[in-house]
């Protein structure tokens, strides 16, 4: 698990996670930081976010190894494709709440905010991702 953290983030964490398919993927989490401009206002400006960041999905073969946004507001967990491109695969889909909600676990000591966001993704534990 590496825990280097990127420009205009609060954390970052990598997971090795075994996939429902047999396979093994790293996946890997930041945590935007809402002060920094970085963010796209059509990311974050109209849904009001609990949290919001960047995950990627690498060492799967068949994936696409490209950053995708995802938002957690009120409604649950949103993964936010850039240009059209499609969401992780289904065994991937899978794995990324409990994946989230060990990420939000972990990185609550520098977003104590995130809170509520947990809350939510607990309660949103076995429905699929939109």
């Known amino acids: 698990m590496s825990n ?9 964490r990598e997971y090795r996670v075994r ?10 989490f930041a945590l935007g930081d809402p002060s920094c ?8 400006g109209s849904r009001e976010p609990l949290a919001f960041g960047l995950l990627a999905v690498v060492d799967v073969p068949g994936e696409a190894e490209e ?11 949103s993964l936010v494709p850039d240009n ?3 969401h992780p695969g289904e065994d ?6 409990g994946c989230f909600a060990r990420f939000l676990d972990e990185v609550g000591d ?21």
Do not use: M, N, Y
Request: proline share 6%; charged share 20%; aromatic share 6%.
């Open 4 to 12: 280097r953290r990127l420009s205009g983030t609060i954390a970052c």
């Open 19 to 28: 996939l429902s398919s047999g396979r093994t993927a790293t996946i890997a």
């Open 37 to 44: 401009d970085f963010w796209p206002a059509a990311i974050t």
């Open 67 to 77: 950053a995708v946004f995802w938002i957690l507001d009120h409604g649950g967990l």
């Open 84 to 86: 059209g491109k499609p």
């Open 92 to 97: 991937v889909q899978e794995a990324l709440p």
């Open 110 to 130: 520098v977003a104590p905010e995130l809170a509520e966001g947990r809350r939510i993704l607990r309660r949103s534990l076995g429905r699929s991702l939109h």
